[in-house]
Nanobody
């Protein structure tokens, strides 16, 4: 069983930056993909970014350049810059993801962390 513990999140002013993190533990194995998804109010959950066990990075096209994903072993980070109100969402970490299109298929999920961008 895999546990994903998320941290970070909260309020950030429009134009600001925020970093959220996720630590995987349990029966993770050695090489696996960690990913970030988000769900804005009234919208479906959408894929944000993923980083493989070999540090290959995948991004949803609309967020390239403003968001970044990084990883330190079992901990993944989502760096969000130049944030606008559209970034307000619950952000979920996921692990052991497979595939990319239309979105990675991930069996393990964190509980989510709220990110709210204020104007």
């Amino acid at each position: 069983q895999v546990q994903l513990v998320q941290s970070g999140g909260g309020l950030v002013q429009a134009g600001g930056s925020l970093r959220i993190s996720c630590v995987a533990s349990g029966h993770t194995g050695d090489i696996y993909t960690l990913a970030w998804f988000r769900q804005a109010p009234g919208k479906e959950r959408e894929f944000v970014a993923a980083i493989s066990g070999t540090a290959r990075i995948y991004f949803t096209e609309s967020l390239k350049g403003r968001f970044n994903i990084s990883r330190d072993n079992a901990e993944a980070f989502l760096h969000m810059n130049s944030m606008g109100p559209e970034a307000t969402a619950v952000y979920y970490c996921a692990s052991h993801c497979d595939g990319l299109e239309p979105a990675p298929d991930c069996p393990d999920w964190g509980r989510g962390t709220q990110v709210t961008v204020t104007s």
